[in-house]
């Protein structure tokens, strides 16, 4: 975007103002946000392919959004520069093991805004096939009678399940629990993720729409090589830690009591050999204590009193990645 970098400086406008209803920009209280180098991703997109749409889809002459390409969506946020994806373009990304459908938040995708209201939105769906996709239930309580122009700023409290909710470096998370049940989706296999960029506009010709009606309105038109969503990456939260057996990685751990407000016991069902390192996490992936371990079967022990009312993850790692993770929920005095 670093082409339109000196007019959004002059451009940008107050965001609206309008009633909070869904979490705020990263940093303050009770955001979702998840930064890049949070403990809690455990991998990150393999491999991904582009459909670019057009710079300005009401001029086609214009031609198509340019800036990046497929391998800038792989690996890590904030390592190999971004995709843009254009009006209505799509990146459809794959992982070396599926996501699964585990505590918490699975995933989050990243944008490269670089302030808390330049926000270019996207739909995200998920497939286990990589045929059929389902889309999560976006929101978008931004107001429709005026367009955000090409330089115009948005509220991230009026804004629910759309990818690019958070400026560069920290990811918008999704969670596969909101789509469980739906026929033909496994969300304990999920293969594909896929990011769709909302067109913004709010001329009926070219809007697009949340999942109870309204138009999505962002920054429109952006007619640049850098035109729509730009996609930096997907990290991975939940994954299936053997490609098969989910269930039985999940089973391989139990922590108890739970609820808790004092010592927790943690147990292992089986040996794993070498050290491991246990961590908890709150909901945005910070990791709050940590401690290693040898990977023996048997019990360990861990504090949890400085820990506020809430739940939280628990997590082995060793060397090669995570091998297994449950839900907590601490009930502080």
């Known amino acids: 975007m670093t082409e339109r970098y000196a007019l959004l400086l002059i451009g940008l406008c107050a965001a ?86 585990g505590p918490g938040w699975d995933f989050a995708v990243f944008e490269n805004s670089f302030s808390d209201t330049y926000l270019e939105l996207g739909f995200v769906e ?37 990818a690019g909710k958070y400026r560069g470096g920290f990811g918008t998370p999704f969670d596969l629990e909101e789509l469980a049940g739906a026929p033909g989706l496994d969300v304990n296999n999920v293969t594909h993720v896929r990011i769709i960029d909302v067109v913004g506009c709010i001329q009926d010709a070219y809007a697009t729409y949340d999942h109870v009606g309204n138009k999505v309105n962002d920054p429109w038109s952006t007619p640049f090589a850098s035109s729509g969503f730009d996609l930096d990456a997907v990290g991975v939260i939940n994954q299936l830690t053997t490609g098969v057996d989910e269930v039985g990685a999940m089973q391989l751990m139990s922590v108890y009591p739970n609820p808790a407000n004092e010592q927790v016991r ?53 060397e090669r990645g995570v091998v297994a993770r449950t839900k907590l929920v601490v009930h502080a005095h």
């Open 16 to 101: 609206p103002k309008t009633f909070a209803q869904f979490p705020p920009p990263a940093g303050q209280p009770g955001t979702t946000a998840i930064a890049a180098d949070s403990s809690a991703f455990v991998a990150w997109a393999t491999a991904c392919t582009v459909v670019r749409g057009p710079q300005d889809i009401s001029d086609p002459e214009l031609g198509l959004a340019t800036v990046g390409d497929e391998s800038s969506a792989i690996g890590p946020a904030l390592t190999n520069g971004v995709v843009s994806l254009g009006d209505g373009g799509m990146a459809t990304l794959t992982f070396a093991l599926p996501i699964t459908n």
């Open 266 to 318: 943690w147990h292992l069902a089986a040996p794993i050999g070498g050290a491991l390192r246990l961590s908890v996490l709150n909901t945005t992936g910070q990791e709050l204590m940590s401690a290693w371990f040898q990977g023996d079967a048997g019990q360990r022990t861990f504090d949890v009193r400085g820990l506020p009312t809430g739940w939280y993850i628990v997590q082995l790692a060793n």
């Open 126 to 162: 998920v497939s286990s096939n990589g045929v059929d996709f389902f889309r999560f239930p976006a929101t978008s309580l931004t107001q429709a009678t005026i367009q955000v122009d090409g330089f115009g700023a948005s509220d991230a409290t009026q804004i629910n399940n759309l």
